[in-house]
């Protein structure tokens, strides 16, 4: 997999990111044909651990890495391919208090600016906390409209690192109207 990634911090601590990935960008589902897995920009509200972000932002659900060379299995879930949401276009506010990580957005889902048909907003957050270097855990959901049906995702997620050993866990729940393909 090839990936190119472009990061800009400017003087005013905005940070511009595009990164492209020929085939398999978070968009290639349902854009096809789209390199764009990021386009947004990260602008501090009060300091750095305040941001407003938009633009097209990647999935923030689960412990995956979107990337194949970052996973230390062989094959990548099929349900984390073909059910969780993959992108995000619209805004969202990200807040890091100590080990708190907090995203809470508007967006449309897997859709982008240019799908007439799928403008439809759906509240988008993630919320994740560090307990020390080698666990934690996070939650995120997906309540709104995609591709005009209804969604609510809602999916809870957990690590643990030591020396070789690696436990990850997720759990997902929600439902999605029509959402049945073919």
Do not use: C, M
């Not at 309540?143 to 030591?162: C, P, S, V």
Request: glycine share 10%.
């Amino acid at each position: 997999q090839a990936v190119i990634d472009i990061v800009k911090e400017t003087e005013d601590q905005s940070i511009w990111r595009l990164t492209l990935l020929p085939h398999k960008s978070g968009s290639s589902g349902f854009n096809v044909g789209s390199w764009i897995h990021e386009a947004s920009v990260s602008v501090p509200i009060t300091d750095n651990q305040t941001r407003f972000w938009a633009g097209v932002i990647p999935d923030w659900s689960g412990y995956e890495y979107p990337f194949s060379h970052q996973h230390p299995l062989i094959s990548h879930n099929l349900l984390f391919d073909f059910t969780l949401p993959s992108y995000y276009t619209g805004a969202a506010i990200d807040i890091t208090r100590g080990k708190w990580w907090n995203r809470i957005g508007i967006a449309n889902v897997n859709a982008n600016r240019y799908d007439r048909e799928a403008r439809h907003g759906a509240l988008v957050y993630r919320i994740d906390y560090s307990k020390g270097e080698f666990d934690g855990f996070g939650f995120a959901g997906v309540h709104g409209k995609e591709a005009g049906e209804t969604i609510n995702l809602f999916q809870f997620d957990a690590y643990y690192i030591r020396g070789n050993w690696t436990w990850q866990g997720q759990v997902a729940v929600g439902s999605a109207d029509a959402a049945a393909s073919n």
